[in-house]
């Protein structure tokens, strides 16, 4: 079944970049939006980016003009390229993906187990 995976959180300094990858793994005929959540410690998930099949991008404002986000359909994969990173930046990122349609079944959304991100001043 559909399950996915990020990589490439870890610690960065201030104003560094960082980039994260999500893929989807199993048998997959397409999926319609992907995008990040993060949570920082004692604060509520919130919506980073998303981006859908058509590669239509949405961002929250305070990652505008900071973070891009892209995708590569035929390896079911989705990347968060962040720049200029600030300490409140720092938080668990989660990798999500929506109207994913396998062989199997199809899912209405799937989430990544996440990956932390520390931004040090």
């Known amino acids: 079944h559909a399950q996915l995976v990020e990589s490439g959180g870890g610690l960065v300094q201030a104003a560094g970049p960082l980039r994260l990858s999500c893929k989807a793994s199993?048998?997959?005929?397409?999926?319609?939006?992907m995008g990040w959540h993060r949570q920082a410690p004692g604060k509520l998930r919130e919506l980073v980016a998303t981006?859908?099949?058509?590669?239509?991008?949405n961002y929250a404002d305070s990652v505008k003009g900071r973070f891009t986000i892209s995708r590569d359909n035929a390896a079911n994969t989705v990347y968060l390229k962040m720049n200029s990173l600030k300490p409140e930046d720092t938080a668990v990122y989660y990798c999500?993906?929506?109207?994913?349609?396998?062989?199997?079944?199809?899912?209405?959304?799937?989430w990544g187990r996440g990956t932390l991100v520390t931004v040090s001043t």
């Open positions: 999500y993906a929506e109207s994913i349609a396998t062989p199997v079944r199809d899912y209405a959304e799937r």
């Open positions: 199993g048998s997959i005929f397409s999926i319609d939006a």
């Open positions: 981006i859908t099949s058509g590669v239509i991008t």
